[in-house]
């Protein structure tokens, strides 16, 4: 079998179902690794352990996603040609390969609720219930390569979920930083997500079950949901606008040692999150326009959703509202508050 790492998404797409374990060389000094579909590891011979870093970069987990698909997609690439030298383990992850075929969020479920860390998970096969949903059976087969791939005890460990919203929003670029349980926020990581352009950063005060909380969760990672602007299809993404995101992974994943900037001079806007609203009744209704930019404002008072014997409201002047969504199964998330936060 012929291994197209100059295009492996093509390749993910079109294999999927029948997939087989792929593997090589480039070159003397970087070892390639997939046996699953959509996921690639590459592996160096020589990383020295003082500079070990474990990176995982992640897209696609909702499949019309596209614009960080892309970025994955031509990163792969440039380590194949030998543009990018590979310096620590990196894993990349195309989430959910049939709703890109279909260019959909999901197939079945929301792919993205479905990453517990309190799951029992190991990197033997495990035998997958029929009656699971497509994203469910994935959710479980990347939780076991994530398991896998976690398992050196020296270097940082590090997990990007790369993301775009469903709506336009205020601040193009942000990420969720994941409830750390008492831990203290990484500055070097916030400066990393400032000199890739991600300005904004929404503290979660919660466990999910995001893919980013996960590996936080489970396995110490420094992990981030990053949004990267707004959905659009294959092909029609503005690739300028993530010109500093493709330097610093390039870096990240080219280079032992690298500058980021001073934290005193990052222009972070941090916000916390306030209320998370909760879908329970099938009349759910928000009370705004569907096309409501994310990081809009309410005033305290204001109603900002309803159903069935209950009203939610802001509760501090200049609320946010953050990955609005009526539309979602009940018992999820329909909407987040935000409010401003200094660190």
């Known amino acids: 079998m012929t291994t197209p790492l100059n295009d492996f998404l093509s390749f993910s797409l079109e294999h999927y179902t029948n997939w087989h374990e792929i593997s090589g060389n480039i070159g003397t000094s970087i070892r390639y690794n997939s046996d699953v579909p959509g996921v690639l590891t590459f592996m160096p011979n020589n990383t020295p352990s003082a500079h070990t870093k474990q990176i995982i970069l992640s897209c696609g987990v909702h499949g019309n996603e596209t614009a960080p698909i892309e970025i994955c997609n031509a990163l792969i ?5 030998q543009e990018i030298d590979c310096k620590h383990k990196v894993m990349f992850i195309f989430g959910n390969l049939p709703a890109m075929k279909i260019a959909k969020r999901f197939v079945d479920e929301n792919l993205n609720r479905l990453f517990d860390p309190n799951a029992e998970n190991s990197c033997s096969h495990q035998q997958i ?3 699971y949903s497509i994203e469910k059976v994935r959710a479980e ?4 390569q994530v398991a896998c791939f976690f398992t050196d005890a020296e270097g940082d460990r590090i997990h990007y979920d790369l993301h775009t919203a469903i709506r336009p929003s205020k601040n193009e670029k942000f990420a969720v930083y994941p409830y750390l349980h008492g831990k203290t926020y990484c500055k070097e990581q916030l400066q990393f997500m400032s000199d890739c352009g991600v300005n904004t950063i929404l503290l979660s005060q919660s466990p999910t079950t995001t893919f980013s909380y996960f590996s936080s969760r489970k396995y110490g990672a420094h992990s981030f949901t990053v949004e990267l602007g707004k959905v659009y299809p294959f092909g029609k993404n503005d690739m300028s606008k993530f010109t500093d995101m493709n ?9 032992y040692e690298f500058s980021t900037s001073c934290f005193e001079d990052c222009p972070l806007e941090v916000f916390t999150v306030n209320q ?3 879908k329970t009744k099938d009349d759910f209704t928000l009370h705004f326009d569907d096309d409501l930019a994310n990081f809009s404002s309410f005033q305290r008072g204001q109603l900002l959703a309803s159903e069935q014997g209950k009203e939610f409201r802001a509760e501090y002047e200049d609320e946010a509202i953050v990955f609005p969504n009526a539309n979602v199964a009940l018992g999820q998330r329909a909407l987040l508050t935000v409010v401003p936060y200094a660190l």
């Open 77 to 81: 690439k440039q380590i194949y040609n």
């Open 129 to 131: 219930d029929e009656a």
């Open 141 to 144: 087969e990347l939780m076991q």
């Open 247 to 255: 330097l610093m992974l390039k870096q990240l994943i080219g280079m």
């Open 276 to 278: 998370v609203i909760n």
